[in-house]
């Protein structure tokens, strides 16, 4: 069995300000680790992934990842937050069959 | 583009009467997922399909059903929706059996009234 917890349910945070959120996984098996941006009403979209390789890594608007694997974490960061980026992110692992998703982070930036 | 095309994207349905929320997809993937997000909620997996071997996750109600006529589409029926099956259904496609990446239709928002 595996499971995502997102521990912050909403996070403000000022336009130009650096943000993280964070997501922790718990699997019996080596996982593969997502994180995913939904705006209202809309689906669910990619925004970067960790399969193997370099432990960070890098969407190409800004943000950021890194596998922490003795963390068994995946938090997602960037330096300098938009008015745009307000929206639901959702950290997610994957045991090769399918998905499960953490209970979202709400980021919502100010001007 | 190829996507996942969710139908409809809003539908309202009554307490009791079935429905059906359909997903075609032009990606020629071979897995197809639904999900059931209630408000500020986890997308939770209902089911899952490897070409047409379905695959159901234990705690999906039996008033829950699915069908994949062909590679390109999947519906999923309701037989006698209740007020707490109201949520954002959504339907994901995925090129292999490791969920390397999901790519996610638009999403079909249910209400029961």
């Known amino acids: 069995a595996q499971s995502v917890t997102q521990l912050d349910s909403q996070v403000p945070v000022f336009e130009e300000a650096p943000v993280e959120l964070r997501c922790n996984y718990s699997s019996s098996v080596s996982v593969y680790l997502f994180w995913y941006v939904q705006y209202p009403n809309q689906g669910l979209q990619l925004l970067l992934k960790?399969?193997?390789?370099?432990?960070l890594v890098e969407s190409i608007n800004g943000f950021e990842a890194e596998f922490n694997k003795s963390q068994t974490s995946f938090h997602l960061r960037k330096p300098s937050v938009h008015i745009s980026d307000t929206a639901e992110y959702f950290c997610?692992?994957?045991?090769?069959?399918?998905?499960?998703f953490g209970s979202g982070t709400r980021l919502q930036v100010q001007p | 583009d190829a996507m996942v095309i969710q139908n409809p994207r809003y539908q309202v349905t009554q307490f009791g009467k079935p429905v059906t929320l359909s997903c075609s997809q032009t990606?020629?993937?071979?897995?197809m997922y639904w999900y059931q997000q209630k408000s500020s909620q986890a997308p939770k997996l209902l089911f899952h399909?490897?070409?047409?071997?379905?695959?159901n996750e234990a705690d999906t109600p039996d008033n829950f059903q699915s069908r994949r006529p062909n590679t390109s589409f999947c519906f999923l029926d309701i037989r006698s929706p209740g007020l707490g099956d109201a949520a954002m259904y959504l339907c994901?496609?995925?090129?292999?059996?490791?969920?390397?990446?999901?790519?996610f239709g638009q999403g079909t928002r249910l209400t029961v009234v």
């Open positions: 997610a692992v994957s045991d090769r069959r399918a998905l499960t």
């Open positions: 960790y399969l193997s390789g370099s432990t």
């Open positions: 990606l020629n993937h071979n897995v």
């Open positions: 399909y490897y070409d047409k071997d379905f695959n």
């Open positions: 994901a496609t995925c090129t292999g059996t490791d969920a390397t990446e999901a790519f």
